[in-house]
């Protein structure tokens, strides 16, 4: 649910970061933390385990610009991907404006990846929101592996409905901004059809 | 998907009772924030605070004893207070839509803030059902949306 704000001029909105354990959605977050000029980015808070796994969530404001004089806000969050903080993940997406699904492109994680998007469909159904209406990107990552599914093959069985997808290495950032840019301009571009 | 609107109108009355419970509770920080977790207004001493953190963090938390809540079968926790040192922090669900959050120190007491936060609570709860109940053209009369003439172009230059 975005905010849209006329005494302050600002419009917030959230993405959230979707994806089975050790995807990259927090190297993602991250990354985008890394390449931002520091006045279009607020702090990087990340509630972890110690050994580094997503706890509850991570947490990134950008603002990159105006539109209109309104300042254009977003809310990067992630979900901890393990299947066992399914009640966390499950919260994170209350109000969710777009979500980016992130796959991890090796052999051994599809039916992981499979789990995870059944989980993301349910949990958006129980708030009522349909996967289909919401802007939403795929990004698969770890494309530098080499035990990887051809993309062919992960559009087949992720994609059906053939959004836009990227394929991504999120530790040297390839397809991080790209995936980020699309999910942005879908939300934009939905706030404007409602009005 | 909805969205949620803040006009002019309330958003100068809502500053104006976070203003007055701020001084009356002698806090040291008072904000409101959505469930979602995104800032509506703040007072106090707010310079070297990170506000937007501070308001996600506090969503989770009132996200995360509200999943308990409710798996306990009870409806959500309405206050939260967590005691620290130098500072105390009190959480309580407004209209059971936004969040509103004192933090306070020695200056101040638990007591106070309970009173205070429940006078405000009042008010705030006013203007939120005024909101809600406010006619679709109202609102669109009032001022032209921001997304009434955008272009495609406007958002592939935010862009860059
Ligand atoms: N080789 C390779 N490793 C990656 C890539 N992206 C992330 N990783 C690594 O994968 C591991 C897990 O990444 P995270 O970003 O923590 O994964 P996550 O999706 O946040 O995991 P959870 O928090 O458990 O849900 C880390 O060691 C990353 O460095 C990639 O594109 N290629
Ligand atoms: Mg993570």
Do not use: W
């Amino acid at each position: 649910m975005s905010f849209i704000n006329y005494s302050t001029r600002e419009i917030n909105c959230k993405i959230v970061y979707y994806g089975p354990g050790l995807c990259g959605k927090t190297t993602n977050l991250q990354y985008i933390y890394k390449k931002t000029a520091p006045e279009q980015k607020g702090k990087l808070i990340s509630l972890a385990t110690e050994t580094e796994r997503t706890l509850f969530f991570d947490f990134l404001p950008l603002a990159l610009g105006d539109i209109k004089g309104f300042k254009v806000r977003f809310h990067l969050y992630t979900v901890p991907g393990q299947v066992f903080y399914a009640a966390s993940r499950k919260l994170i997406l209350k109000g969710v404006d777009g979500v980016v699904f992130v796959a991890d492109s090796q052999i051994e994680r599809m039916d992981a990846n499979i789990e995870s998007l059944e989980d993301l469909r349910i949990n958006l159904a129980e708030y009522g929101y349909d996967l289909e209406m919401l802007p939403f990107t795929m990004q698969y990552n770890k494309r530098d592996l080499p035990n990887i599914v051809p993309v062919e093959e992960m559009n087949r069985v992720l994609n059906p409905n053939n959004v836009p997808y990227y394929e991504a290495v999120a530790t040297v950032g390839k397809g991080v901004f790209e995936t980020l840019k699309d999910i942005g301009k879908q939300i934009l571009k939905e706030l404007k059809k409602n009005y | 998907m909805p969205e949620f609107v803040m006009y002019e109108d309330a958003f100068r009355r809502i500053d104006e009772e976070l203003r007055r419970l701020y001084q009356l509770s002698n806090a040291k920080l008072v904000f409101l924030v959505d469930k979602n977790g995104q800032l509506i207004a703040s007072v106090g001493e707010t310079r070297n605070i990170d506000t937007t953190a501070l308001a996600s963090l506090t969503a989770g938390n009132i996200a995360a004893t509200g999943g308990i809540a409710k798996l306990l079968g009870q409806k959500e926790f309405s206050i939260l207070f967590h005691e620290g040192e130098r500072d105390n922090i009190h959480i309580s669900l407004v209209a059971n839509r936004v969040i509103l959050v004192v933090v306070f120190d020695q200056r101040s007491s638990l007591g106070l803030v309970r009173l205070r936060v429940k006078r405000s609570s009042q008010v705030l709860e006013q203007v939120f059902q005024e909101m809600d109940r406010m006619k679709p053209e109202e609102k669109t009369t009032k001022e032209l949306s921001p997304f009434a003439d955008i272009t495609d172009e406007d958002i592939e230059k935010l862009f860059g």
